[in-house]
């Protein structure tokens, strides 16, 4: 009885810090880092609020992995806010499009399965109770399978890869999706699930499965000091885990003991991201590195990417002219950067920075007639270039 009642606690109490968040949503401080839309669920039969974070710039032809967020009105501007900052400040993982869902019945849509079981460990069916719209789960899949992803990938320019963050309830929905829908989602962040929900069937299933090779991708889960037989159920969990060994999943399980409920997915979210992608970028920051760096170690590294993360990996145009301008210091070292400059104009064609850099480096190869080539053609891609004309015109003369 007294375990029931702490998980219905918990999920009271999550629920309260929900709704006092979402009052806030409007703040136009807390949506500067993404737009919020409004899209008609047929499915849900209801409008829903759709926050999205795109890294997208002007003559960008990058695809991005998206990062589908649950319970948006609380978790969006910390998960937009350390993208940021990890993707375009810092630069350990790869920039990537966020797709927050706004609430709208929170029991209803994060959780797999209907339970009546009450705060006190017993069956309630009366007009109030806390379980009475539980269930919806599969539909919000299904919302999102069939209306929220098409309309996502028509609009922006989307990597085949896909990421589900979910934390409480909507951890336990990243732990449903895992075992339950192979192939919409490549990998997932699940911090403190709820994996006592309806007298803890999904783990129960889980433990029984015989087949779980449709199980792959990055699995990252944890909890806080929530203790007691909720802990309990994440031990249980990461022991399954250990036991099934996943041949396609790459898992990893963190404890948090001095962090709550609710201050965990800060750095839960933090490691879930570096769980996924360890090593996305080379160590540029390492002056070791750099006076050993060759054009051949950017090739290893994104055919490596593409092959752990199971789709064609560009590497980003900025990547590559910084790295060329560096490798170009270097005359022993210049055609190199030619190698992955001529790379980089055949990515991102429409580029006249790209182009220009490119032009440049010829000149420092002494290779004239192609500089003059890519300054032309990084001229008709930026006409007001002022620098450009003046390079072009010197070649000429």
């Known amino acids: 009885m007294k375990k029931i009642f702490t998980y219905f606690f918990l999920t009271l109490l999550l629920m309260i810090v929900h709704?006092?968040?979402?009052?806030?949503?409007?703040?136009?401080?807390?949506?500067?880092?993404?737009?919020?839309?409004?899209?008609h669920s047929k499915i849900l039969g209801e409008d829903r609020r759709i926050n999205i974070y795109s890294p997208v710039k002007p003559n960008d032809s990058t695809h991005y992995p998206v990062l589908y967020v649950l319970d948006a009105e609380v978790m969006m501007s910390m998960v937009a806010g350390q993208v940021q900052y990890l993707s375009e400040s810092y630069k350990?993982?790869?920039?990537?499009?966020?797709?927050?869902?706004?609430?709208?019945?929170?029991?209803?849509?994060?959780?797999?399965?209907?339970?009546i079981i009450g705060p006190d460990g017993k069956p309630?069916?009366?007009?109030?109770?806390?379980?009475?719209?539980?269930?919806?789960?599969?539909?919000?899949?299904?919302?999102?399978?069939?209306?929220?992803?098409?309309?996502?990938?028509?609009?922006?320019?989307?990597?085949?890869?896909?990421?589900?963050?979910?934390?409480?309830?909507?951890?336990?929905?990243a732990i449903h999706a895992m075992i339950n829908h192979p192939g919409l989602f490549n990998s997932y962040i699940a911090l403190s699930p709820s994996l006592q929900w309806d007298t803890e069937t999904l783990l129960k299933q889980f433990e029984t499965a015989k087949n779980n090779e449709h199980i792959k991708g990055f699995l990252f889960f944890s909890d806080a000091n929530e203790g007691g037989a909720f802990h309990q159920n994440q031990l249980?969990?990461?022991?399954?885990?250990?036991?099934?060994?996943?041949?396609?999943l790459n898992y990893k399980y963190i404890y948090y003991p001095g962090e709550t409920h609710i201050s965990e997915p800060i750095k839960g979210f933090y490691d879930g991201l570096k769980h996924i992608y360890p090593n996305w970028f080379l160590p540029y920051?390492?002056?070791?590195?750099?006076?050993?760096?060759?054009?051949?170690?950017?090739?290893?590294?994104?055919?490596?990417?593409?092959?752990?993360?199971?789709?064609?990996?560009i590497p980003p145009q900025f990547e590559i002219n910084q790295v060329s301008r560096m490798l170009r210091r270097d005359s022993a070292k210049i055609n190199d950067a030619i190698g992955l400059l001529e790379m980089n104009v055949r990515n991102y064609p429409s580029s006249a920075v790209t182009y220009e850099i490119l032009g440049d480096t010829y000149l420092l190869a002494s290779d004239k007639p192609r500089a003059l080539a890519s300054f032309e053609k990084a001229l008709s891609l930026n006409k007001e270039n002022e620098a450009l004309k003046q390079k072009i015109n010197k070649l000429k003369n």
């Open 19 to 39: 709704a006092s968040v979402f009052c806030q949503t409007n703040d136009p401080a807390a949506t500067s880092l993404f737009v919020t839309k409004k899209i």
């Open 92 to 115: 350990i993982i790869p920039s990537m499009i966020i797709v927050g869902i706004e609430n709208t019945d929170r029991t209803r849509d994060l959780t797999p399965t209907r339970s």
């Open 124 to 173: 309630d069916t009366t007009a109030n109770a806390f379980g009475k719209n539980s269930g919806g789960g599969e539909k919000l899949f299904q919302f999102m399978r069939d209306e929220l992803m098409p309309y996502v990938e028509q609009n922006f320019p989307c990597a085949p890869y896909k990421i589900l963050y979910g934390h409480s309830l909507g951890g336990l929905m």
């Open 236 to 248: 249980r969990l990461d022991s399954v885990l250990k036991q099934k060994n996943i041949k396609g």
């Open 285 to 313: 920051n390492s002056s070791s590195f750099r006076k050993t760096m060759t054009a051949k170690m950017l090739y290893d590294q994104y055919e490596m990417l593409s092959a752990k993360y199971n789709y064609k990996v």
